[in-house]
């Protein structure tokens, strides 16, 4: 049996980090669902409800478990939660892997996106792919 991805902390560049989905996360997964577009895209239950949430979570913690890829919150530099990027692998062994995120609406705007697609976050999600092979 193969052992879960380990999702790491790393920095994202433009003060913004990257860590693992936490229970405490509860109130960034009610304010996403509370989100015209972001609930239509993901797996973000709408309507919120904690039980909802809590398995949201949960299923994050799952897709590490089964190897399918690494979800992360994204945090800015005050600490606040503010959205999530994941790096899926279900393709890895076709050569290709696929990078997926959003930002609630709170934190747009504020240089999340830029700081997660055009910064460290390549040089980290490298090193992670590297390791998950």
Do not use: C, H, K
């Amino acid at each position: 049996m193969e052992q879960p991805l380990d999702v790491p902390e790393l920095a994202a560049g433009a003060g913004f980090s990257l860590r693992p989905w936490r229970l405490s996360d509860l109130q960034l997964v009610r304010e996403a669902s509370e989100d015209d577009y972001i609930p239509l895209i993901t797996t973000v239950p709408s309507p919120y409800s904690e039980s909802a949430a809590v398995a949201f979570v949960e299923r994050q913690w799952g897709r590490a478990t089964a190897r399918a890829g690494y979800p992360f919150v994204v945090v800015s530099a005050d600490g606040r939660p503010v959205g999530n990027v994941g790096l899926w692998l279900t393709d890895l062994g076709q050569g290709r892997a696929s990078l997926g995120y959003w930002v609630v609406e709170s934190a747009r705007g504020q240089g999340g996106g830029r700081g997660i697609g055009r910064r460290r976050l390549r040089l980290g999600l490298e090193r992670i792919a590297d390791s998950s092979t």
